[in-house]
């Protein structure tokens, strides 16, 4: 009988920079008895990204850059993974050691999980201390923290059942977890497995881009969001100063500005395409 299989799905794109020293992370990873599967989904990469991949020992698998939806890239490596155990990973993500997947993996020993990644923060903002089960409760308060794709994993049989959406611009991770939660199972967020994946220093315009295209993605599946208007987001940017040390440093946080006009965009536009326009 073979041992069981953990796949790594890395999504990239123009990420020469950086996959190699992702997989080379992954390739040193400690899974006493399984063994590991790594699978790179290029989409439309203009530099080495995938020649640089299949050189450290990924199957690379291409796909256009105009066909791209982070949902798509995964159920992409996803339908072409061996693994009963499917993580995702994005090719900028780095596990801090080499004990980072036993870790992850360790968290299926219980059979109510669907999904499991890491946060340094809990959804009110203040530093895990210790992993959290979110459940469909849990979930309801904050709809918009849990699961991650960026580094998590899921069981390849629920996924098998339920693919990601590919049709959403962003979110579809959340969306996903949403799903097996309404159906009794649990997502485990553990401060354990939180990799080096930053994109809060990003330039204004990547940090806007990303807000709208997440909450674009959030507004589609989550009820109540296409109601946030003009006060919601005045109200949004005076009272929840969660991750600052003051009142007045979040306030005048430029790229907290971003990331709230962002995702007031994003609410917008999923607004206007549920009404047809």
Not at 108 to 123: E, H, K, L, M
Request: hydrophobic share 40%; aromatic share 10%; net charge positive.
């Amino acid at each position: 009988m073979s041992e069981p299989t953990v796949s790594v799905i890395v999504r990239a794109r123009d990420e020469a920079a950086s996959i190699g020293r992702c997989l080379e992370i992954m390739r040193g990873q400690r899974l006493d008895g399984r063994a590991l599967e790594l699978i790179v989904i290029d989409s439309g990469s203009r530099d080495a990204t995938a020649q640089l991949a299949r050189r450290d020992g990924a199957k690379v698998i291409a796909q256009p850059a105009s066909s791209f939806t982070f949902g798509g890239a995964l159920n992409l490596g996803c339908a072409n993974a061996r693994g009963d155990l499917l993580v995702a990973l994005s090719a900028h993500a780095f596990p801090p050691d080499e004990y980072w997947l036993a870790r992850l993996v360790a968290q299926f020993a219980d059979r109510s999980v669907a999904c499991a990644s890491g946060d340094a923060y809990g959804p009110d903002g203040s530093r895990l201390a210790a992993r959290v089960r979110q459940d469909l409760a849990l979930s309801a308060g904050r709809p918009d923290w849990g699961y991650s794709n960026a580094a998590g994993a899921i069981r390849a049989d629920l996924w098998r059942q339920r693919p990601f959406r590919d049709d959403l611009p962003g979110g579809e991770d959340k969306e996903w977890a949403s799903y097996w939660l309404a159906r009794g199972y649990v997502c485990v967020i553990d401060p354990a497995l939180t990799v080096d994946h930053d994109h809060t220093h990003d330039p204004l315009p990547a940090i806007y881009a990303r807000a709208r295209r997440e909450w674009e993605g959030f507004a589609s599946f989550l009820a109540g969001e296409g109601a946030y208007g003009a006060r919601e987001l005045v109200t949004e940017w005076w009272s929840d100063l969660r991750f600052y040390s003051s009142p007045a440093r979040a306030r005048l946080s430029h790229r907290r500005a971003a990331r709230l006009l962002g995702g007031y965009a994003g609410r917008r536009r999923a607004a206007r395409r549920r009404a047809g326009r």
